[in-house]
């Protein structure tokens, strides 16, 4: 059973440019979450998704950041326009129908120049 | 808002208990976790303890949870170099809510 696969693992934009990170989840899995880690930092929840719905968005920059779960495919996040700022490591997280385990794949690492 | 703390680093030697402790502030918290980081990877789920549990034990692991005090705790039997990694812990707390609210993690580092 493949883990949590997220690609690609490693992005660098430019400064304006947009930013695509997919996700996807293990296998059985129909919950996604995507958080957000800064160096030397813990990871901050961004938001979770079911299929073709955004349950919960409350960790989710009221601009420029936008998440889907496509009924098929994998779950995107887009940032748009991307800043300096932005530059983390975004991890995917994917959880079982139980909901008690979260899995977390091995990230994408945005470099904004 | 939630508020995990833990302390930033821990140093042992190989073969000894390493013990590492999070705080935090919402009695509320339902599922409290640890998970392990290395260098440039992601987050491996450890253990985890439902709220009602004092203890939970899974070979060399051992989970505590202190209610009272809101403290939970992971120890380490038998450390290894391996077990060189930053270890986070992570809490779902309110009703219907899904996001784990993470420490900033505990950098352990093993000395041969």
């Known amino acids: 059973n493949a883990g949590v696969m997220q690609n690609p693992r490693h992005l660098v934009r430019r400064r304006g440019q947009e930013a695509r990170l997919r996700c996807s989840p293990m296998k059985g899995h129909s919950h996604v979450y995507w958080y957000r880690q800064l160096p030397e930092e813990g990871l901050k929840f961004m938001v979770y998704?079911?299929?073709?719905?955004?349950?919960?968005e409350s960790g989710m920059p009221k601009e420029r950041f936008s998440a889907e779960f496509p009924k098929e495919g994998p779950s995107i996040l887009r940032i748009q326009q991307v800043v300096r700022g932005d530059s983390a490591a975004y991890f995917c997280a994917s959880s079982p129908p139980s909901l008690e385990e979260q899995y977390f794949g091995p990230g994408t690492r945005l470099t904004v120049t | 808002g939630e508020d995990v703390e833990q302390s930033l680093f821990l140093s042992v030697r190989e073969g000894d208990s390493s013990v590492i402790n999070c705080t935090y502030t919402d009695s509320s918290s339902t599922y409290l976790y640890w998970y392990k980081q290395e260098p440039g990877a992601g987050l491996q789920l450890l253990t985890y303890?439902?709220?009602?549990?004092d203890m939970k034990q899974d070979q060399r692991l051992t989970v505590l949870l202190n209610k009272k005090d809101k403290h939970l705790s992971l120890r380490i039997a038998d450390t290894q170099t391996g077990d060189s990694a930053i270890y986070f812990c992570?809490?779902?707390?309110?009703?219907?809510?899904?996001?784990?609210?993470f420490g900033s993690g505990t950098r352990l580092q093993v000395q041969p």
């Open positions: 303890i439902f709220s009602n549990m």
């Open positions: 992570a809490l779902l707390t309110g009703t219907g809510r899904r996001a784990l609210t």
């Open positions: 998704l079911q299929k073709e719905n955004i349950i919960d």
